[in-house]
């Protein structure tokens, strides 16, 4: 029962490089967000999906992209990496909003 | 637009005194909120939620919430703080219909004395 599952754990990035997180839910959950934390800030919405094939930003979307071509996988790119990118980054799953979210136990990403 | 407003980023109680952490929101319709909890170097996990049922949410650890609409708020409590409790807390806000979008507040993070 892995519940979501975020790969990798810990990344150091050079500026201007690129990677993909993944993250991975097996509870068949329609709705899958990743979310930003950076102290002070609370959790920030980069991307969102209602279901496999969509996707749809949110509040901090820029420098980011996502794809989910499977229900179980959101996938979150970083093109061209940048210093401001340095955060813990966290993924979620939903089967609605009345039952909250199932959280990752984050990637913690350093881009130097 | 939602919003969520946690007063106080740092509350210090000693064990077994009182926690309250403070929590207002702003929605224009009836909206879902959630408390959440993260400990060091880990996720999220679900302390409580409101759904528009009962006004008073209990939930796990000895925490409960109450929703009051008239004060826009939904602080959450615990009667006797456990050193255990030490750990970060988030409001959240969910508004039905908005792809289920979780709004959280900056968080509160809970110092418990010995």
């Known amino acids: 029962n892995a519940g979501v599952t975020q790969t990798p754990k810990f990344r150091v990035l050079k500026t201007g490089q690129s990677m993909t997180l993944l993250c991975a839910q097996d509870?068949?959950?329609?709705?899958m967000y990743w979310y930003r934390q950076d102290p002070g800030m609370g959790l920030r919405l980069i991307h969102y999906s209602v279901g496999e094939g969509t996707t749809a930003k949110g509040e901090v979307p820029d420098g980011y992209n996502v794809s989910r071509l499977k229900k179980q996988n959101f996938l979150l790119g970083l093109e061209s990496a940048a210093p401001s990118q340095t955060s813990v980054y966290f993924c979620a799953s939903s089967s609605s909003g009345g039952y909250g979210y199932t959280f990752g136990s984050g990637t913690r990403l350093t881009v130097v | 637009a939602q919003s969520v407003t946690q007063l106080g980023s740092h509350v210090s109680v000693s064990e077994g005194a009182l926690v309250l952490l403070r929590c207002n929101y702003s929605?224009?319709?009836?909206?879902?909120l959630f408390w959440y909890v993260q400990y060091p170097n880990q996720g999220l996990q679900l302390l409580l939620k409101y759904t528009s049922a009962a006004t008073l949410v209990k939930g796990i650890n000895g925490f409960e919430a109450e929703f009051k609409k008239s004060e826009t708020s939904f602080h959450l409590t615990k009667p006797s703080a456990h050193m255990s409790d030490a750990a970060e807390y988030f409001c959240a806000v969910s508004v039905p219909g908005s792809s289920y979008k979780l709004i959280f507040g900056s968080g509160t993070r809970l110092l418990v004395r010995p």
């Open positions: 929605s224009s319709v009836p909206p879902y």
């Open positions: 509870m068949n959950h329609e709705y």
